[in-house]
């Protein structure tokens, strides 16, 4: 009998058969025969082509199919398509055999869905598996299409459950123009890179990143194709870059290497492709995928031997009555093919089971490194885990670009009468230990100065190394043999040999001096302007004191105090006096003069406060001036150095040395102790001069109130309306420029006590006046005697 299969295969119109289409016809062909497996049945196919992404093409054409009767229909490869294909097999019950990736978006249990291509969640696990082995911290991904990130979704996951630092990045889809790509990555230094694309992308993407410098031994590529091995990989093999990849094909059994062979003998009867990076004739993952699809879907029918094909109609709906039972031999079936042993989840028909080979480019080509399968996961082969990565373990037959700068002892310039080439023209310690190295580990090198002549730094405003640093980053330069100091931030960006010669930093200087005092060095605790204020101060508050106690009636006595009727009264707070209080108090000597009236003594306190401040003040800081002068010592260290303004030095250029002054003076926090005194300004204790202004303010105000309160006291003036009160008035003006007018009335019972009266009261001007008003007191007393009262017919 003969059963018949349909496939739908893309391809350019006028174009050649693909290599899905020729595996799915070399499979039946095989299957023809080779007996063995349908020694009674003969398998036919029908091949349909149709324009990429041409949905609806596709469907028309598995219509036609259907209506031919097939068995199961094989293809198409991308998703737009299969989807529309495999819409149409669920509906009328014919089995949908997928060989390349394809999202599935639904639950499949019911579906007529299989598909041999590797599960991709598994596929990226496997690909963090390798991440995790060689230890990246920083991984940059490319992918080429918006699948690409459905794909390694367990790699973008990463990120949030170990430390690794993920960049994505996407190849444009109008060009194979991957130049601005790689130019971007080579500028941010991105050295381990995975590649989701295609394996004719990836041979493009080679080419272009060679031309560029980028197939180095600093970099590490990962891709996700499985069909790496199928590069010709001649241009790269001694480059040493470092290339990963996976690879399903079974190529270490006989039997898949000669079928294999087989394919590549028909292969290699068409025309090559030129400049295209792939091997001509070699058998392709997806070749061989088909390859065992065919051969699974054969199985499938030799364990179900009655079934019928019968054609079939999309516009009737009527389901095929043999297809659940025939996509469930599929999905049941068991088949060592080229990609290794096939088996299918029945849930879902896809290939959850399957193992990888890891392969890396080697000198001789791509070699076998390990293997993956999902129960194991990673297990490389124990020649691989003894080699480390580290380029400097292989450096035998290695030519070296050294970078160094010239410093002596270390390089120099070689003297000579004749020209000089190459490394010749360098001697010094350095270049004699780069000789030695050189014949130890048999590597080859070339001597280059630095650009820049520096040794490098991180130059915050540019956000970029400079000297060595960053030739050694930018990989324009393999090692670095130099008087180069290992600092953290270094360290941070480029590698260090251990260290074997440390010196330090060391200060030549000349021992200071001592400075002897000057004459006037005992004003320096204060500024000038402090001591100017406090002048203006003395001279205020004194002047200040003179006026109120003037103005005070409290601050008059009687200087003699043996005879109490005396008239003459004195103030002690003359202008000299005034000031000699203040110079007193501020000398903290005082003086024999004390202020008696509330407002003159509040004067006297606050100027006494006042001094006490600013006496104290001045006694700390010349005892700091005094202790700073005597602790000061020389240089000790070089953060001593850095701590200080006085003291010019100088360091090489973006050194070791220039960023230790850097970061000590930009970080450093000066004690007291260490940072010389200054004199104390009006910021300092500008405080207590308002203080002293608001206390001379409050006493002019206690000195008002005193002046008012006491004229009320003396001027008690009476109204009485009794005839018999009598009124004697007395004009005086004293010759301290103060007017009093004293009115005083006398009753008739008062008379008696009235001569003690006018001497308490009268300010005497002169003596002349006195004389005038002493008779005049006494003949009104005798008046007074002689008559008695008086009546207003008497004035």
């Known amino acids: 009998c003969c059963i018949s299969a349909g496939g739908i295969f893309e391809s350019i119109e006028s174009g050649p058969s693909g290599p899905e289409e020729l595996a799915f016809k070399f499979a039946l062909n095989t299957i023809n025969r080779n007996r063995t497996l349908l020694p009674n049945t003969t398998l ?46 669920n509906a009328l019950g014919v089995p949908h055999i997928q060989t390349r990736w394809k999202h599935q978006v639904s639950d499949n249990r019911d579906s007529y869905y299989v598909s041999l291509y590797p599960d991709f969640s598994s596929l990226s696990r496997a690909i963090l598996d390798l991440v995790h082995f060689f230890r990246w911290r920083m991984v940059t991904v490319v992918y080429d299409d918006s699948t690409g990130l459905i794909r390694l979704q367990e790699l973008i996951k990463a990120p949030s459950r170990y430390n690794i630092r993920l960049k994505i990045r996407q190849l444009s889809a109008d060009t194979k123009d991957a130049k601005p790509l790689l130019k971007e990555m080579k500028k941010a230094k991105e050295f381990h890179v995975i590649f989701d694309c295609s394996h004719v992308m990836a041979a493009w993407i080679l080419k272009q990143a060679l031309s560029m410098g980028m197939v180095t031994e600093y970099y590490h590529y990962i891709f996700t194709t499985l069909d790496l091995f199928a590069l010709d990989m001649e241009p790269y093999r ?175 310039f070689k003297k000579s009468d004749k020209p000089l080439y190459g490394n010749d023209r360098f001697e010094g310690f350095c270049v004699d230990l780069l000789r030695e190295l050189s014949g130890i580990l048999g590597f080859r090198y070339e001597i280059r100065l630095v650009e820049d002549g520096r040794y490098g730094a991180f130059e915050e405003s540019t956000g970029q190394w400079s000297g060595m640093v960053r030739e050694l980053m930018d990989h324009k330069a393999d090692l670095a043999v130099a008087p180069l100091t290992i600092t953290y931030v270094r360290e941070k960006v480029i590698d260090f040999s251990k260290p074997f010669m440390t010196l330090g930093i060391s200060i030549l200087y000349r021992k200071p001096n001592g400075t002897n005092p000057g004459v006037f060095s005992f004003l320096n605790p204060l500024s000038p302007d402090i001591w100017m204020y406090i002048l203006l101060a003395c001279l205020g508050v004194s002047c200040v004191l003179f006026v109120i106690a003037r103005f005070s009636p409290y601050e008059w006595y009687n200087p003699h105090p043996c005879n109490p009727e005396s008239d003459v009264l004195e103030n002690n707070f003359t202008l000299l006096n005034s000031f000699w209080f203040g110079v007193g108090a501020l000398m ?41 002068e005597r602790m000061e010592s020389p240089i000790d260290s070089a953060d001593d150095l850095a701590k200080q303004t006085k003291i010019l030095y100088g360091v090489v250029e973006d050194g070791a040395t220039m960023t230790f002054f850097k970061v000590l003076q930009a970080s450093s926090i000066r004690c007291s102790s260490q940072i010389p005194a200054s004199a104390l300004g009006v910021q300092n204790i500008g405080g ?15 000195a008002v109130g005193e002046v008012l309160y006491k004229s009320k006291q003396n001027a008690q003036i009476e109204k009485v309306p009794d005839t018999n009160t009598r009124y004697c008035s007395f004009t ?21 006590s009235f001569d003690h009266c006018i001497p308490n009261i009268v300010f005497i001007t002169n003596n002349a006046s006195y004389s005038i008003l002493h008779v005049a007191c006494q003949t009104f007393q005798t008046y007074l005697h002689n008559t008695g009262p008086f009546t207003s017919s008497d004035m």
């Open 732 to 752: 005086s003006l004293s010759d301290k420029h103060y007017t009093t007018l004293v009115s005083i009335s006398i009753s008739p019972h008062l008379h008696q």
């Open 44 to 89: 036919t196919y029908d091949i349909q082509r149709i324009n990429v992404f041409d949905s609806f093409e596709a469907s028309r054409k598995a219509c036609e199919q259907l209506s031919l009767g097939v068995a199961a229909i094989f293809g198409p490869s991308h998703s737009s398509s299969a989807n529309a294909v495999q819409s149409i097999s």
């Open 688 to 702: 207590i001069f308002i203080v002293l202004a608001a206390g001379l303010v409050l006493s002019l105000f206690v």
């Open 238 to 412: 001694f480059s040493g870059v470092n290339m990963t990849g996976f690879r399903i094909l079974n190529t270490e059994s006989p039997q898949v290497s000669s079928i294999i062979e087989k394919w590549s003998m028909e292969r290699l009867q068409a025309p090559p492709k030129p400049d295209s990076g792939l091997l001509d004739g070699f058998m392709t993952t997806d070749a061989a995928l088909m390859y065992d699809a065919v051969h699974v879907v054969a199985v499938a029918v030799q364990q179900s031997p009655q079934i019928t094909v019968s054609s079939l109609q999309c516009n009737r709906h009527k389901p095929w009555r043999f297809g659940g039972r025939f996509i469930s031999f599929i999905k049941e079936a068991s088949w060592d093919g080229l990609t290794g042993r096939i088996l299918f989840n029945k849930t879902n028909g896809l290939r959850t089971d399957f193992d990888l080979d890891v392969i890396s480019l080697k000198e001789n080509g791509l070699e076998k490194i390990g293997t993956w399968d999902p129960p194991r996961r990673l297990n490389m082969s124990e020649n691989h885990k003894s080699k480390v990565t580290n380029i400097t373990d292989s450096l035998s037959n290695k030519s070296l670009r050294v970078s160094t700068i010239l410093e002596e002892p270390y390089v120099m």
């Open 588 to 628: 903290r000597q005082g003086s024999e003069l004390m202020p008696k009236a509330l407002s003159t003594r509040i004067v006297g306190g606050i100027w006494w406060f006042f001094t006490l401040i600013i006496i104290s003040s001045y006694t700390a800081n010349l005892a700091a001036f005094l202790t700073v």
